[in-house]
Nanobody, 115 residues
Framework: QVQLVESGGGLVQAGGSLRLSCAAS????????MGWYRQAPGKQRELVAR???????NYAGSLQARFTISRDNARNTVYLQMNSLKPEDTAVYYC?????????WGQGTQVTVSS
């Protein structure tokens, strides 16, 4: 089992940047993969980016051009660097971890991009 705590959300103007953090309660060496999802009002939760224990990454659609997922094993933390933010990026961003056949979610952090 693992607890995930997200931070770094907030209000930013379009074109700005934010870096989200997801701190895990255990070593992320023991976690198969971690990822970021987002859910906008009235929409389904969707994958933003995912990073495996070996470091390989995958992104949703065209987000890779603006978003970067990374991990700091020493801090048991995964980051999501978001640049050139757009109003349509407004959503609650959730961290997710996969351990064997189980997966875990954080409580989410709100990102609001004003036009």
């Amino acid at each position: 089992q693992v607890q995930l705590v997200e931070s770094g959300g907030g209000l930013v103007q379009a074109g700005g940047s934010l870096r989200l953090s997801c701190a895990a309660s255990k070593s992320i060496f023991s976690i198969n993969a971690m990822g970021w999802y987002r859910q906008a009002p009235g929409k389904q939760r969707e994958l933003v980016a995912r990073i495996a224990s070996g470091g390989s990454t995958n992104y949703a659609g065209s987000l890779q051009a603006r978003f970067t997922i990374s991990r700091d094993n020493a801090r048991n933390t995964v980051y999501l660097q978001m640049n050139s933010l757009k109003p349509e990026d407004t959503a609650v961003y959730y961290c997710r971890a996969w351990i064997a056949s189980e997966n875990y979610w954080g409580q989410g952090t709100q990102v609001t991009v004003s036009s």
